[in-house]
């Protein structure tokens, strides 16, 4: 079997995006979120169906053992063996707290801030990469004319993922307004992750490519302090719905392909909901 681990999965793009890959693919869904494991199984089905692909788990994404990323890897292992199984790890959890000056910022709010922001991600990336098949794997799993891949479209046969949710704030070339200092670096320092693991990617032959996304302005808890809610979205102004958000990252998804963004691949990159390259 083939799994779609996602982090952050209780609200916003990734509750959305677990529903989206349990109704039109064929992957198991390991569902990794900060709220009781009730809370989030009820949100991603909402009264629907594909309860036996949904494995839910509550972890704190700033511990690496007990109640964090690692006992779900086990689960996972378990379950579905431990080369191999892991087809994409995408992973949109985040906190904002906006500083507007420098003299606003608030130090155990900024710890929070990259805590959440980079280092939970990069424990993901710790526990559930080295389930990821080697692109020998992948091959073997799912060869070109064999059985209908799980992923059914979502990526391409020969590739995996690993995403994380960025933002263009965290760009220091496209930085033009200032303010949100911890978020900004949080998001720079993860984009830097990103890029590094690509390379160990590439290194090790993995079937996965690594990308940092940012999806626009989506309307979820996050922003709706500085976005009204009740207002229309603005596609073309990159405002959009959750549902919306959703539907251009999969389309984003759709049109990956390996080898590293410098070698004309996607690895390594920072695209925004076009699809277009963002300025590190």
């Not at 130090?107 to 020998?136: C, D, G, R």
């Not at 410098?262 to 590190?280: I, L």
Request: proline content about 4%; glycine content about 10%; hydrophobic content about 35%.
């Amino acid at each position: 079997m083939s799994v779609a681990v996602l982090y952050g999965a209780s609200s916003g793009i990734g509750l959305h995006l677990a529903r989206h890959i349990l109704s039109t693919t064929s992957l198991e869904v390991v569902a990794l979120s900060s709220r009781a494991p009730k809370h989030t199984t009820e949100a991603i089905l909402g009264g629907g169906g594909n309860k036996e692909r949904l494995s839910v788990f509550e972890v704190d994404g700033l511990k690496d053992t007990d109640r964090g990323m690692e006992k779900a890897a086990e689960e996972i292992k378990k379950r579905w063996g431990e080369k191999g199984s892991v087809r994409m790890v995408v992973c949109s959890a985040g906190v904002l707290h906006p500083e507007k000056s420098i003299t606003q910022i608030d130090p155990f709010k900024s710890l929070e801030t990259f805590q959440l922001n980079t280092l939970s991600h990069l424990l993901a990336y710790k526990h559930f990469v080295p389930l990821i098949p080697t692109q020998k794997q992948l091959t073997s799993l799912f060869p070109e004319g064999s059985e209908e891949d799980p992923a059914m479209g979502l990526l391409r046969r020969d590739l995996s993922l690993c995403l994380s949710v960025s933002a263009r704030v965290g760009s220091v070339g496209d930085n033009r307004t200032g303010g949100w200092y911890s978020y900004r670096s949080s998001k720079t320092a993860l984009n830097q992750i990103i890029k590094t693991l690509s390379l160990e990617l590439h290194q090790k032959k993995s079937s996965s490519i690594s990308l940092a996304y940012h999806p626009g302005t989506t309307k979820t808890n996050l922003s709706s302090p500085f976005v009204d809610q009740s207002k229309p979205s603005k596609p073309e102004q990159g405002l959009f719905e959750v549902e919306e958000s959703v539907e251009k990252l999969v389309a984003l998804m759709k049109t990956l392909k390996g080898g590293k963004e410098e070698a004309g691949g996607d690895s390594g990159g920072f695209r925004d909901w076009k699809g277009e390259r963002v300025v590190w």
